[in-house]
């Protein structure tokens, strides 16, 4: 595998129906890290802490072998697993509804100033810059005619959307899961609305996955929250 060739998606009707099973990738994999993110609620704070130990060893353990798709699928689980992890943890760190909603909104809009020109200097435009690193810290999924597994989200989106689930025990009570996926379900949605609409236009550099859900998520626990 050559891992500084940027993903590709191919072209004309092939690459049509490539862009509708990432859209589909791109939903499934956050919808798992809400669902992990629910499913792992009653694991105490250390058990989450040896996830995320133990992913973060896994990655590290492969950082600097070369990528195939054995390797790459190990990399995905690891990722997807210490973020969902992680996000767990951090809610537990951001225990106010205030704290909570200021670091979610700061972090998506970094996520939205990445990928303008301004936000050049941003870790995330630094991975989106650098192929090998960003298949490395991606959950990555294998598209029909691609030799290779595309990175759908990165461990950094992956993070978010479980401390958007996590983080709504706190904002909504009873109803804390539910908020926090229909943002994620929604927010993809209009994501991928916009991912198929410019995906073909030479300009187009991807989408800051977190904004969206970040957003609706706020939006809600402003108007819905305890």
């Known amino acids: 595998m050559d891992e500084n060739r940027r993903p590709e998606v191919g072209l004309g009707q092939r ?10 990738h791109i939903l499934g994999v956050s919808l798992a890290a809400a669902l992990l993110s629910i499913a792992a609620s009653p694991i105490p704070p250390v058990g989450l802490a040896i996830v995320v130990v133990v992913s973060a060893g896994a990655v590290l353990w492969m950082w600097g072998r070369g ?6 699928s190990l990399l995905s689980v690891a990722n997807l697993l210490g973020g969902a992890a992680a996000g767990m943890l951090a809610a537990q760190w951001l225990p106010t509804a205030g704290s909570l909603l200021s670091f979610l909104a700061g972090f998506a809009i970094m996520d939205l100033v990445s990928f303008t020109r301004l936000g050049r200097w941003t870790l995330n435009a630094y991975l989106m810059g650098r192929a090998p690193i960003l298949r490395r810290l991606s959950v990555s999924l294998p598209l029909p005619g691609l030799p290779d597994p595309y990175p759908v989200l990165g461990v950094g989106d992956v993070f978010c959307y479980s401390l958007l689930v996590a983080g709504g025990r706190g904002v909504f009570g009873g109803f804390w899961p539910w908020p926090a996926v229909g943002a994620i379900v929604v927010g993809q949605a209009l ?15 991807g989408f800051p996955a977190t904004f969206m859900p970040v957003i609706l998520f706020v939006l809600a626990a402003i108007f819905g929250g305890n």
């Open 15 to 24: 690459r049509s129906k490539r862009l509708a099973w990432i859209s589909l």
């Open 191 to 205: 994501n991928i609305g916009y991912f198929l609409l410019f995906a073909r236009r030479p300009w187009f550099r």
């Open 67 to 72: 990528l195939d798709r054995r390797r790459l």
